[in-house]
């Protein structure tokens, strides 16, 4: 039988179309990942013990370790102010890192990047989404095809609710993601 636009990049047989979505969805998103755009920053390949020990607070002065100062998590880069050729979307509030159990819901950032990428795509073309847990505020960069999606979808999610907290989005320069590869690549090197 002939492929229709609903199953465009899809390898299966006998599948429904959002499978297909979503396996093409994974496509692009481990295309993304070879360049080294992250999904979830700063959880690459967490343990299993780390996901469920929490996270002690950062000491005032740095504590001599061997070796271990490495893998302290880095804070997640100063995002630039948008211009009007932004097409990089941050949402923040939509979580609070620091309620997060990964032990109870060890997909939880995969949920909400899903979900963000679900919601976003009603407003425009989604290229991008990743989910930052760093920080006292759960950071979500979206990065859509055109500038204009991104200010619409800046002026649709703006102070709106989600799960009891506001959310803030603003649009921010796309140099963000050059930062967040760069800060993946230095960890997985460290």
């Not at 297909?20 to 700063?42: A, W």
């Not at 948008?82 to 979307?89: E, H, I, P």
Request: proline fraction near 10%; charge should be neutral.
């Amino acid at each position: 039988h002939g492929k229709t636009d609903s199953d465009f990049g899809a390898t299966g047989v006998s599948r429904t179309p959002m499978q297909n979505r979503l396996e093409l969805m994974k496509k692009l998103m481990s295309s993304h990942r070879q360049q080294g755009v992250p999904t979830v920053v700063g959880a690459a390949t967490p343990s299993p013990s780390l996901l469920q020990a929490p996270v002690p607070p950062m000491p005032a002065a740095p504590v001599p370790t061997l070796g271990v100062a490495a893998a302290a998590p880095v804070a997640p880069p100063a995002p630039k102010p948008g211009t009007q050729s932004s097409r990089t979307l941050l949402l923040q509030n939509m979580f609070s890192p620091l309620n997060v159990n990964l032990g109870e819901e060890p997909r939880f950032y995969d949920e909400i990047r899903e979900d963000t990428y679900e919601e976003c795509s009603k407003l425009g073309k989604v290229l991008h989404v990743t989910v930052d847990p760093r920080g006292s505020v759960g950071l979500i960069y979206v990065l859509f095809e055109t500038p204009r999606q991104c200010d619409a979808a800046e002026n649709a999610l703006n102070g709106r609710w989600f799960e009891g907290k506001k959310i803030s989005a603003a649009a921010i320069d796309d140099s963000i993601w050059q930062a967040l590869a760069a800060q993946t690549q230095a960890q997985q090197l460290a």
